[in-house]
């Protein structure tokens, strides 16, 4: 089994900072994509970024320019920097990775993180 924790959500003013953290502990081989989502209250989920084990990253346009998702293989961790925040940016954001557990024969396994809240206050 793996385990996804999230943390770093909180309270921020418009035009503040924030940074999210996720670690992924567990029986794990390596991971693949690992993603941040996010969904706002009557709103579907949405990628807000992605980043390759190699490190390309892949951001929606709303966030390109102002957030930054970076990972560490070795730690199994993945971050996402955001600056500049709007009201808009206002969410529950999930951590998302596709894990290869040992003796999965390298079979993929999504996992998600519970969920950490940012509130950005106008």
């Known amino acids: 089994q793996v385990r996804l924790v999230e943390s770093g959500g909180g309270l921020v003013q418009a035009g503040g900072s924030l940074r999210l953290s996720c670690a992924a502990s567990?029986?794990?081989?390596?991971?693949?994509?690992m993603a941040w989502y996010r969904q706002a209250p009557g709103k579907q989920r949405e990628l807000v970024a992605s980043?390759?084990?190699?490190?390309?990253?892949h951001y929606i346009r709303s966030v390109e320019g102002r957030f930054t998702i970076l990972r560490d293989n070795a730690k199994n961790t993945v971050d996402l920097h955001m600056s500049s925040l709007n009201f808009e940016d206002t969410a529950t954001y999930y951590c998302?990775?596709?894990?290869?557990?040992?003796?999965?024969?390298?079979?993929?396994?999504?996992?998600w993180g519970q969920g950490t809240q940012v509130t950005v206050s106008s």
């Open positions: 998302n990775a596709g894990v290869v557990e040992y003796g999965s024969h390298g079979y993929t396994t999504d996992y």
């Open positions: 980043i390759t084990r190699g490190g390309s990253a």
């Open positions: 567990g029986s794990i081989f390596s991971i693949d994509d």
